[in-house]
DNA sequence: AATTAGCACTTTTTATTGACAAGTGCTAAA
DNA sequence: TTTAGCACTTGTCAATAAAAAGTGCTAATT
């Protein structure tokens, strides 16, 4: 257990080196405690033994470990209001009564990555989370169409197909078997649904009914199981730690374009807002993601924040925190 | 005009200086030319002063100049074919016949970017190209309903949007008016005949009929003007004039992002391969944009190659020409 | 008239040095 | 328990020097 001073000194110093990342010397922080700069260096040499804090050379001021952020985001943190401001421009968005769910997010985010030059991601429901609400097939020419999946949640996606030798009247009525048999089932389980409960159906009366069941297979099982917006991907640049060292770089977006990386952010399913610190955050060892799920009437889903571990936690919390009380009303 | 041995000399260097970014210098050349550097030196400040070379210091080797690319590409650049193993990659994805034309083109430039380490992008035709095919309305809940565009090229665009006191009767109505009277305009022109033609009709029979409009006049109205696909945004940062340069790198992620910009590499139109050098790119002075149109059926667009200005122009040209020939059949 | 050898001159790159600043750890005194 | 004091480390910055790469020009050569 840390004591009174300790607690203070850490906070002090993962929060200096937030505003700016330079190492913090016992000296600055002997002033504003008011004991003289041995005892602050007595106490960091403790935090440090504790693992808290690190030294990036043998005579460096100290800088927070992993653990540190941790502890700070644990313990120490005190939630930051938005200011007025930023609470206004937000503000204009979700009062809009025009827009979409999923508008309002994005439009809000982009704002809030504006503000705070963070990455952010709204992440849809995953596959099996979504039921197929409704297909629907539009002919392009003789050869190919469109395949429309609707889910329950609103969330479309679409594929051209190209089908030889099969009639608008044998696609129709595949269609209106599949919204009629299969509509209501989750996105994952269609494949299977369609094989057991539409190919013995269409084989009776379709002539190139294997075709026709092989294009819904694919268009089913292509569908990406997530719905992924990244907004202010460059925002990355901003941050001094990641500016001057472009193998940092090329990870970090390598592993936002792979989306499979991004379902770890939706990994838990706790309901509050969670913060994964450097390493935890599977991204990169100076990444922190912030992130917390929502849930607004039928559509669900996880809106998160990553930016260096050098974030501002007490403001992003805040933010987030904002953010989901105005998507869940 | 330039002489024998200047053509000889400037494809010399700006082969020599595409294979690795350092300035050329007489006594390499000279052992190449079986003349003294003295001579090479004088051929090279002649070509200097035509503008073809630049230097990067007083006494550096000499470098192309913007000017010598395009006069390398216009006259001295020997098309390469394409290696077996790259070739026979590609030609598993062009040979497969399930896949839609769209899909075939976005495989092969994932595979295109990967082996050269450039940018890859796919343009579909603007949006006064395109022909609204048919649209539909999937209901969500009461208050909300996804609509969905089709265009007549397979182009799909969805947007959610929120009605109140609409009935799904009255929907209906209204999406087989549109499909029936407004069905193969160009997309550009559809808010316009949406006012002429859609809203005197249904001001008769739909209640809330301004705010059933103004619905599908938004949805319309923000119709992303085109439809974009860019493969290895990242690549840029494997080429050696980006990756030391922070701030060349934010300018041409920027740039990506931004699509107005894109826009740029459709302006002219021109069926045959076009390359812009350096500044022509519009991107960044130290990126190339290599593309062509093509055109399969209905379906038309431009694809192109995003790369440093050092970029392999005989390799490139020659893969662009091999995608073209083979989309097009 | 074209080519080449030779040399002075520039600029970049790299290493070395020294001085200074920032900060630590430890010891001994308060 | 706290603090003053001091030796010690490390990083940063500027200055200097030497080496490497390459040029332009002049004068000699072919």
Same mark, same amino acid.
Request: glycine fraction near 4%; charge should be negative; include cysteine.
């Given at each position: 257990?840390?004591?009174?001073?300790?607690?203070?000194?850490?906070?002090?110093?993962? #929060?200096?080196? /937030?505003?700016?990342?330079?190492?913090?010397?016992?000296?600055? =922080? $002997?002033?504003?405690?008011?004991?003289?700069?041995?005892?602050?260096?007595?106490?960091?040499? $403790?935090?440090?033994?504790m693992g808290l804090l690190e030294k990036t050379h043998t005579s460096s001021?100290?800088?927070?470990?992993?653990?540190?952020?941790?502890?700070?985001?644990?313990?120490?943190?005190?939630?930051?209001?938005?200011?007025?401001?930023?609470?206004?421009?937000?503000?204009?968005?979700?009062?809009?009564?025009?827009?979409?769910?999923?508008?309002?997010?994005?439009? $809000?985010?982009?704002?809030?990555?504006?503000?705070?030059?963070?990455?952010? %991601?709204?992440?849809?429901?995953?596959?099996?989370?979504?039921?197929?609400?409704?297909?629907?097939?539009?002919?392009?020419?003789?050869?190919?169409?469109?395949?429309?999946?609707?889910? *329950?949640?609103?969330?479309?996606?679409?594929?051209?197909?190209?089908?030889?030798?099969?009639?608008?009247? #044998?696609?129709?009525?595949?269609?209106?078997? +599949?919204?009629?048999?299969?509509?209501?089932?989750?996105?994952?389980?269609?494949?299977? @649904? =369609?094989?057991?409960?539409?190919?013995?159906?269409?084989?009776?009366?379709? !002539?190139?009914?294997?075709?026709?069941?092989?294009?819904?297979?694919?268009?089913? &099982?292509?569908?990406? $199981?997530? *719905? %992924?917006?990244?907004?202010?991907?460059t925002k990355m640049l901003e941050q001094p730690e990641f500016s001057n &060292?472009? #193998?940092?770089?090329?990870?970090?977006?390598?592993? =936002?374009?792979? !989306?499979? =990386?991004?379902?770890?952010?939706?990994?838990?399913?706790?309901?509050? /807002?969670?913060?994964?610190?450097g390493e935890e955050s599977k991204i990169d060892d100076d990444v922190t993601?912030? @992130?917390? !799920?929502? @849930?607004?009437?039928?559509?669900?889903?996880? +809106?998160?924040?990553?930016?260096?571990?050098?974030?501002?936690?007490?403001?992003? %919390?805040?933010?987030?925190?904002?953010?989901?009380?105005?998507?869940?009303?």
């Open positions: 257990m840390l004591t009174e001073r300790q607690n203070k000194i850490l906070k002090l110093i993962v #929060e200096r080196y /937030i505003k700016e990342p330079i190492p913090v010397g016992s000296k600055v =922080l $002997s002033k504003i405690l008011k004991c003289s700069s041995a005892t602050v260096r007595n106490e960091m040499a $403790s935090l440090e033994d001021g100290r800088v927070p470990s992993e653990a540190g952020y941790r502890y700070y985001v644990d313990n120490l943190m005190e939630l930051k209001k938005m200011n007025a401001e930023d609470m206004f421009k937000l503000q204009i968005v979700f009062k809009n009564q025009q827009l979409a769910l999923s508008d309002t997010i994005n439009q $809000s985010l982009q704002i809030i990555s504006d503000m705070t030059n963070y990455t952010t %991601v709204v992440l849809g429901g995953s596959s099996h989370e979504n039921l197929l609400k409704q297909i629907e097939v539009v002919p392009i020419d003789e050869e190919s169409m469109v395949v429309l999946i609707v889910t *329950d949640k609103g969330h479309v996606e679409h594929k051209s197909i190209k089908l030889k030798d099969v009639s608008t009247d #044998e696609i129709k009525k595949t269609v209106s078997l +599949i919204n009629n048999l299969i509509a209501g089932t989750p996105i994952d389980e269609v494949s299977s @649904k =369609l094989e057991f409960e539409i190919k013995p159906i269409i084989g009776n009366y379709v !002539k190139q009914h294997e075709q026709l069941y092989n294009a819904f297979y694919h268009v089913f &099982n292509d569908y990406s $199981s997530h *719905d %992924v917006n990244i907004v202010g991907r &060292n472009v #193998e940092k770089i090329k990870n970090v977006f390598n592993k =936002l374009e792979n !989306k499979e =990386l991004l379902n770890s952010i939706e990994q838990d399913d706790d309901n509050n /807002i969670k913060v994964y610190i993601v912030i @992130k917390t !799920k929502f @849930k607004n009437g039928n559509e669900e889903g996880t +809106i998160a924040i990553i930016g260096p571990k050098r974030m501002e936690y007490d403001r992003v %919390v805040g933010m987030l925190e904002y953010m989901k009380e105005n998507i869940e009303r």
